[in-house]
Nanobody, 123 residues
Framework: EAQLQASGGGLVQAGGSLRLSCETSGLTFDDYSLGWFRQTPGMEREGVSCIDRVAGRTDYSDSVKGRFTISRDNAKNRVYLQMNNLRPEDTAVYYC????????????????WGNGTLVTVSS
């Protein structure tokens, strides 16, 4: 059974950086596109960034473009999200997800989800 385990969240001041990591197991990592999503209480889960399985093409939401960088290490079966210049509005629980079919920000295309890791940005 596929499992995804996200880590790296924490408390940081505005302007600071964090690197999230998502370790996967039980799936053929190279076959999957990966995504990072975030969610705050009472809100829907929103896509932050994704990276496809074929050419490693990446995409970012407008709110994080230029500040966040997604990457994948196929040898380690991990996907990362480097978050720089963090803002209080980035505070959320962050989730990683894997999709066999496509990448993007539609939650319904993702087959597997990891646990969440909480990111808190203080002003």
């Amino acid at each position: 059974e596929a499992q995804l385990q996200a880590s790296g969240g924490g408390l940081v001041q505005a302007g600071g950086s964090l690197r999230l990591s998502c370790e996967t197991s039980g799936l053929t990592f190279d076959d999957y596109s990966l995504g990072w999503f975030r969610q705050t209480p009472g809100m829907e889960r929103e896509g932050v960034s994704c990276i496809d399985r074929v050419a490693g093409r990446t995409d970012y939401s407008d709110s994080v473009k230029g500040r966040f960088t997604i990457s994948r290490d196929n040898a380690k079966n991990r996907v990362y999200l480097q978050m720089n210049n963090l803002r209080p509005e980035d505070t959320a629980v962050y989730y990683c997800a894997a999709s066999i079919s496509s990448s993007g920000f539609d939650v319904d295309v993702y087959d597997y989800w990891g646990n969440g890791t909480l990111v808190t940005v203080s002003s």
